[in-house]
């Protein structure tokens, strides 16, 4: 017969074996309440809404890139911009975006950049342009393509419509009567149908650009216009 003291010993012992289990199991709980923890951290669980939102931002990225493959030249598919002015101009543009400066300073680098921003609304049909000089001579009569079915399509109507127009370099080139003409119809059309375009020239806003382009397409350049000077080096001087 165990005495007094041996039960309360035992029932002592008893006692601290199953509190020193219940601390080992506490523990065991909590490593594994933080590890679930981390891994949600890190991983959302598979078909809750934060990962069907990291998915769909997955796709949308993909997508986006394979936009900017298509639409923009190779040279400047990594193209970025700082200019707050420019960034603030693309993210609700609207009428006529005019960046100008000297050779070389970066307006073509700049205008591409801010296309790559705009193409993140994922519309394939969201931008068209390019320079003034190659995108005109697509235009011209006997050069426009046939779409699979032998439909023909005309790129000054894409040009009308395209939600965001760039075009870029004006000034480089002599533009003749057809070009001038062709170049206002795009540009009257897209003043009244509210459709921004940016554009960039070597010319400043002034008698330089009214000399080159005319009165017509020069007021429809200036009227709500944001204007962006850039300066600097000719950067593709080594």
Same mark, same amino acid.
């Given at each position: 017969?165990?005495?007094?003291? =041996?039960?309360?010993?035992?029932?002592?012992?008893?006692?601290?074996?199953?509190?020193?289990?219940?601390?080992?199991? @506490?523990?065991?709980?909590?490593?594994?309440?933080?590890?679930?923890?981390?891994?949600?951290?890190? =991983?959302?669980?598979?078909?809750?809404?934060?990962?069907?939102? @990291?998915?769909?931002?997955?796709?949308?990225?993909?997508?986006?890139?394979?936009?900017?493959?298509? @639409?923009?030249?190779? +040279?400047?598919?990594?193209? =970025?911009?700082?200019?707050?002015?420019? &960034?603030?101009?693309?993210?609700?543009?609207?009428?006529?975006?005019?960046?100008?400066?000297?050779?070389?300073?970066?307006?073509?680098?700049?205008?591409?950049? &801010?296309?790559?921003?705009? $193409?993140?609304? $994922?519309?394939?049909?969201?931008?068209?342009?390019?320079?003034?000089?190659?995108?005109?001579?697509?235009?011209?009569?006997?050069?426009?393509?046939?779409?699979? &079915?032998?439909?023909?399509?005309?790129?000054?109507? @894409?040009?009308?419509?395209?939600?965001?127009?760039? &075009?870029?370099?004006?000034?480089?080139?002599?533009?003749?009567?057809?070009?001038?003409?062709?170049?206002?119809?795009?540009?009257?059309?897209?003043?009244?149908?509210?459709?921004?375009?940016?554009?960039?020239?070597?010319?400043?806003?002034?008698?330089?650009?009214?000399?080159?382009?005319?009165?017509?397409?020069?007021?429809?350049?200036?009227?709500?216009?944001? $204007?962006?000077?850039?300066?600097?080096?000719? +950067?593709?001087?080594?």
């Amino acid at each position: 017969m165990l005495s007094n003291n =041996e039960t309360m010993n035992e029932s002592t012992e008893l006692k601290i074996g199953s509190d020193a289990r219940m601390e080992n199991i @506490k523990a065991r709980l909590s490593i594994s309440s933080s590890n679930e923890t981390m891994n949600e951290g890190t =991983e959302p669980k598979h078909g809750s809404e934060a990962w069907l939102q @990291k998915q769909q931002a997955e796709i949308d990225e993909a997508t986006w890139r394979k936009l900017v493959s298509t @639409k923009v030249p190779p +040279r400047y598919q990594a193209a =970025e911009t700082d200019n707050s002015v420019a &960034l603030d101009w693309i993210r609700d543009p609207k009428g006529v975006l005019y960046i100008y400066g000297p050779t070389g300073t970066g307006k073509t680098h700049m205008s591409w950049a &801010l296309v790559r921003e705009h $193409l993140r609304i $994922l519309d394939p049909w969201a931008f068209m342009g390019g320079s003034v000089a190659s995108f005109l001579d697509q235009m011209k009569p006997g050069r426009i393509p046939n779409d699979k &079915l032998g439909t023909q399509l005309d790129p000054q109507v @894409k040009a009308i419509q395209t939600r965001l127009l760039l &075009l870029d370099d004006i000034g480089s080139t002599r533009l003749t009567d057809w070009t001038l003409e062709t170049l206002f119809n795009i540009l009257d059309s897209r003043y009244n149908r509210l459709l921004p375009t940016i554009i960039s020239s070597n010319l400043m806003p002034g008698d330089d650009l009214v000399d080159l382009v005319g009165d017509r397409i020069a007021s429809r350049m200036a009227e709500d216009a944001t $204007l962006i000077s850039v300066v600097g080096e000719d +950067r593709r001087r080594p």
